[in-house]
């Protein structure tokens, strides 16, 4: 049998989060190791999995996000962290990253989202400020010590090629004007991705692939899928997606303020509300209001 499903950047994030917390290397990490989750809208989605809580808010758990029209850095005051630290089923909200990769379990599991992702299996992370955020503190021990690191990320953010966007985007010191926050951008290849081909794989065991993308009225980034499987597969992987996926509503944005940015080569850097572009005082965020 044969389904055709569009998922919308929301609903495929929801449907990577269901799978990602099915995958037997997470249960086993949850029972016998830790979980840690680096910030970011699809862990969210993840927290709230794992933890069954719903209050988790993607749009108040990211940092650094792409929203109203350019890169940007969420402000401070706006964040709500989700529990990032989990050891054998339970929170450990004052343990550090370096600390839990310090106390070395074979089964650990690292999860960190990404900017983009190519055919080949490779991730891109946008790094931005002086110390590039979470890879550092990261992936020398899941380099050295063969951490499992898992990438969920929609295909909405299929590229021809991470390493060569890695080389076209350079780094900060080799942009001359930037629409918001500029960075560099760092190639993951010892990560397991998971995009929605590999969630339904995973939830369903059928074969996915992307035939379409883009739409408007909400469906903006929106994925559409060709499904392959059984006739037993099929008919549940649909009524799953339309009873636990499809109407995920859309995670708002959550723009910083551009008059107290820190990224000094933003061209918007330090302009007062009223100085912004129209395009970006008409998309601004409810949150930072």
């Not at 969420?74 to 839990?100: D, I, N, Q």
């Not at 549940?236 to 708002?252: A, C, D, R, S, Y």
Request: contains cysteine; glycine residues 12%; charged residues 20%.
């Amino acid at each position: 049998m044969r389904a055709v499903v569009t998922l919308t950047p929301s609903e495929s994030k929801r449907l990577i989060a269901k799978a990602v917390v099915s995958m037997p290397e997470v249960k086993k990490a949850w029972k016998d190791a830790y979980i840690l989750l680096s910030d970011g809208t699809t862990n969210a989605l993840i927290a709230q999995e794992l933890l069954q809580d719903k209050s988790i808010s993607p749009s108040n758990s990211a940092v650094g996000l792409c929203t109203d029209g350019l890169l940007c850095v969420t402000r401070p005051a706006t964040r709500h962290p989700f529990p990032s630290v989990l050891y054998k089923g339970e929170v450990k909200s004052g343990r550090s990253f370096a600390e839990a990769l310090s106390d070395y379990h074979k089964d650990t599991v690292v999860i960190k989202g990404a900017n983009a992702v190519d055919s080949n299996g490779f991730a891109g992370i946008i790094m931005t400020g002086f110390d590039g955020g979470t890879i550092p503190k990261i992936i020398g021990p899941v380099t050295s010590k063969g951490i499992t690191m898992i990438t969920p990320v929609g295909l909405e953010k299929l590229v021809p090629s991470v390493p060569a966007a890695v080389k076209a985007l350079g780094g900060a010191g080799k942009i001359d004007i930037s629409m918001g926050a500029d960075g560099g951008m760092f190639c993951l290849t010892n990560t397991i991705v998971i995009t929605e081909i590999e969630a339904i794989r995973l939830l369903f065991g059928a074969e996915a692939a992307l035939v379409a993308s883009g739409g408007v009225g909400g469906n903006e980034g929106a994925v559409v899928l060709a499904v392959d499987g059984t006739k037993e597969q099929i008919p549940v992987m649909v009524e799953f997606l339309e009873q636990e996926v499809k109407g995920e509503p859309p995670i708002e944005g959550n723009r910083g303020i551009c008059e107290l940015c820190r990224y000094k080569s933003c061209r918007y850097c330090g302009r007062k509300e009223d100085e912004l572009p129209e395009w970006m005082r008409a998309g601004k965020g409810e949150s930072n209001a």
